[in-house]
């Protein structure tokens, strides 16, 4: 491996091909958090602005899973919501198939083909829509069946898809339990044929028995239709399950991005190995952990330079000042972080 | 074996409504004895909240204990008056919940809330009480604890928070801590933390932890041993490490299987089919013999009660069947279990 | 929203589901369960149905001024001596009959009373919906006039509203619009409640995860406004409504009272009252008293229901 490699824009440290679905390049966003403007006057208090996310940078291949993982305040959810177009980035751009999607362009035709599984199966989906009208919305939204005995028989394919009774259609959302909620979401996703779903910790608020139900079910409509998937977790053992490649998040940037097995088999920066050791050790294998340090800052006010230094064993003067930018590894992997750089630089890897 | 701290004999909690008497909890038993940690497992609606509910005789009615028995230390406290029972909770049993919010008043500081629960437990002078609250908060891993004693429980972040509940739990110096999906609401980094500090403290203060959650991994950090539970009963108790390593429940073992760990990788999950019964249908005979794919006759019209398997029990037709077979001429009856 | 389902089982089986729900539902083992509410509901219901029947009931037409006569004024009711077999509950000062002119003005009131509410329910659900829903400038301009609105008393809202709907018509062509303008007026004086509760759930509505998969695919606001948010902001309103209703009929009834509602020779509880009211010294009291009497049993029935239903279905309250 080349060790000399040298920092590159984030934009770059993916080179775009052909096979890219989805690019999402340096993509920011800053929420107003101030109090109402009389209220700063008085107070004499400045604007309070909250990056949720800075500079984030990475692309999904087709029929890939790309995991975001991190912490609350990570900013891993807000970039789903920019990635999916719900909402507007301060900066940056989000490009499916090569078409910018807050570009101003038209977006009908481009809204088929992204949907979204959102994370509490509780919230989305309406509750006073029963489920077929529910799972045949999209259907209507974007003309896709020529008349209602078409929109019926989707709905109870759909159905059928996600491993529910083609009669259940009548029903309403309270009539069902929260796995079986999350497969009538994961219907009107699939409703309108997409190729690329956005999936917001789909999983986080059901027992595990249902979790494991979910994530086969993901797997398999994967592999069934071709999916591309930007899933969003906390969990690490999920997204281990589930990803190809991972990107970690932590106050906003992503600190590592780097395919599945490598990150679990060699994680480079200090926050990614920290993450690891705090996963409980279920087969009680006895691995190695260290004991994990320290609390995850307020993002309003993250620490200078390095966001995760005040946590970090390996922190040196650099990184209290200076932001490290993400220095691809390989064409598939990045990290961003002085203490890695500098290891590298002084001891050449094997 | 010295007495157990907790004992909870043959439990069951009724719920009576319009369209008849709901059964949450049922026929449970279990002990934890002094410094040790019982982790009672479960996925929603199994009654393991339920179970400690009861326990500590907060059940909201018409909910209700309707047989069974909870001994404390020796003495019977599931007909204790509301007066008494009062005492037991502040003094004899801590409390952790999930959310620390609920523990916390947020008119007070934390502070005056610690010394009030050290100063109505002893007779400790104001100051005495002050620095035995500094303590607590030290040794809940709170840096600073002098000076962030006279700060709001707004002040902190969550797992300072439930830091700081711990300290409260534990500032009465109970017998036994009750902690209810305890790390639930925090961060991962944050819940080892907080699964550290609970173990370690009541280790070194000889308490009994009854640790409530779903969240298997915790428990094989943390228990000693483990309760599973499934519609309001308990299908397998034992010791942490067999259970989570050579589970005997079909349940337990689906349950073990759906769960991704780092280990395993992209390999596809086990899934046990369907979901939990809700207490309105919860199927004769065994109640997981809908979604168990190893049941027979037996399953579907008999109800195994808890029965002695080597270092635990495990309430299962086919561990009977497998006892039978190895000893033909023992006729195993399932005879009540003394856990 | 329509959906259909074209076949046949879903039309039988769904209204059978919906009874069903009903019966086994908690609302109705409640209401069974406490008779003051049942009690209040029965005579509401009686209340309702004879205003609405007073054609049918009422022996008298009190707007047929040929069947008056002068002569039959101030007759007492039928069981005190003096009283008229023909009139039971009485006659007032123009010779009408007591008995039909209630049941006559307990229709008018109660029509002015559900009209002005559900024009408040309109414009206030609407307003709130938008300014929930939308936000920012559009949020701010409709929550600050109805901020104002909310510093004028409700009689002093109906009284301007009355008060320029006269200088603008002119006295010759009021005509039938004294409704209109009651409606208004008591309309105007109700909707900044409906706008706040709607706005208030709007706003928690508007971030669930339902709202984002439609905007996800790209319905308009207006649709996902009143086929999505709508139907689930509707329960606390629908229970403001009732509440409002008996509310409705008092303003109704004061405005009436006060002489900037409807003339004399319309008859409502109000003007009855108003009427009744001048004959009280001279021993009359029938005229006032029995109005009275069946506006406060009117009201305290309508309260007593609506407020049981929002003990019921609004969840805050709990």
Known sequence: MNIALPAVPSSLAEPATMSDLVQVRELSRVFDVSKPWLNRVIEREPRKLLKAVTDASFSIRRRETLALVGESGSGKSTVAKMVVGLLQPTAGDVRIDGKNIWGGEDLTLLRRRIQMIFQDPYASLNPRWRVDAIIADPIRAFGLAKDSAEIDHRVGELLQLVGLDPLDGRKYPHEFSGGQRQRICIARALSSKPEFLVCDEPTSALDVSVQAQILNLMRDLQDQFGLTYLFISHNLAVVRHMADRIGVMY???????????????????????????????????????????????????????????????????????????????????????????????????? | MSPPVLSVRNLRVEFPTRRGTLVAVDDVSFDIGPGEVLGVVGESGA??????????????????????????????????????????????????????????????????????????????????????????????????????????????????????????????????????????????????????????????????????????????????????????????????RDVVQRPQHPYTKGLMGSIPTL?????????????????????????FNPRCNAAFDRCRVERPDPMQTGTGAVACWLAARAADEADPANQMHPTRMAP | MTIVAPDKVAKIARPAGRLRRFIDSDMLHSFVRSPLVMFAALIAVI????????????????????????????????????????????????????????????????????????????????????????????????????????????????????????????????????YVILVVAIGLSFWVQYARTVRGVTLVERNKDYVQAARLIGLSSRKIMFNHVLPNVLSPVLVLATINLALAIITEATLSFLGVGLPSSEPSLGTMIQIGNRFLLSGSWWMVAFPGVTLAALVLAVNLVGDWLRDKLDPRLR
């Open chain 3, 47 to 178: 209340l309702v149905g004879a205003a609405f029947l007073a054609p049918v009931l009422a022996p008298h037409d009190p707007y047929d001024l040929k069947s008056l006569n002068l002569m039959d004024g101030e007759n007492p009711p039928r069981w005190i001596k003096g009283g008229d077999p023909r009139f039971w509950l009485g006659t007032d000062d123009q010779g009408r009959d007591i008995y039909s002119t209630i049941l006559y003005g307990m229709r008018s009131s109660l029509l002015i009373a559900m009209a002005a509410v559900g024009f408040a329910l309109l414009l206030g659900v609407s307003l709130g919906l938008v300014a929930g829903y939308r936000g920012g400038r559009i949020d701010t301009l409709i929550m600050r006039i109805a901020d104002i609105q909310l510093t004028f008393p409700s009689i002093l809202t109906a009284l301007l509203v009355d008060g320029i709907a006269r200088t603008a018509l002119k006295g010759s062509q009021l005509g039938n619009s004294h």
């Open chain 2, 47 to 240: 009654g393991k909240s339920m179970t400690g509910t009861a326990v500590i005789g907060l059940l909201e009615p018409p909910g209700r204990i309707a047989s069974g028995e909870v001994w404390l230390q020796g003495e019977r406290i599931d007909r204790l008056p509301p007066e008494k029972m009062r005492r037991v909770r502040g003094r004899r049993i801590g409390m952790v919940f999930q959310d620390p919010l609920t523990s916390l008043n947020p008119l007070y500081q934390i502070g005056e809330q610690l010394i009030e629960t050290i100063r109505t437990h002893t007779d400790a002078s104001p100051a005495v009480a002050r620095k035995r609250a500094i303590g607590l908060l030290e040794a809940a891993g709170i840096q600073g604890a002098a000076r962030r004693i006279d700060s709001y429980p707004h002040e902190f972040s969550g797992g300072m928070r439930q830091r700081v509940v711990i300290a409260l739990a534990l500032a009465a110096e109970p017998d036994l801590i009750i902690a209810d999906e305890p790390t639930t609401a925090l961060d991962v980094s944050i819940q080892a933390q907080i699964i550290d500090l609970l173990k370690t403290l009541c280790r070194d203060r000889g308490a009994a932890i009854m640790l409530i959650t779903h969240d298997m991994g915790v428990i094989a950090e943390t228990a000693d041993r483990v309760a599973v539970m499934y519609a309001g009963r308990i299908a397998e108790i034992g010791p942490v």
């Open chain 1, 251 to 350: 106050l906003g940037r992503i600190v590592e991005l780097a395919p599945t097995e490598h990150l679990f088999r060699t994680p480079q920066h200090p926050y990614t190995r920290m993450l690891l050791d705090a996963v409980p050790d279920l087969a009680m294998s006895g691995r190695p952990r260290k004991k994990v340090e320290g609390e995850i800052p307020n993002p309003i006010d993250p620490p200078k330079g390095c966001a995760f230094h005040p946590r970090c064993p390996l922190a040196f003067d650099r990184c209290k000042s200076e932001v490290p930018l993400p220095r691809a590894r390989t064409s598939a992997s990045f990290v961003a972080c002085h203490a890695v750089e500098r290891a590298e630089l002084t001891q050449p890897a094997a």
């Open chain 2, 263 to 287: 280990e395993m990788g992209g390999t596809r999950l086990t899934q046990i089919p369907g979901s939990m019964p809700r207490l309105t249908a919860i199927p004769t005979g065994c109640a």
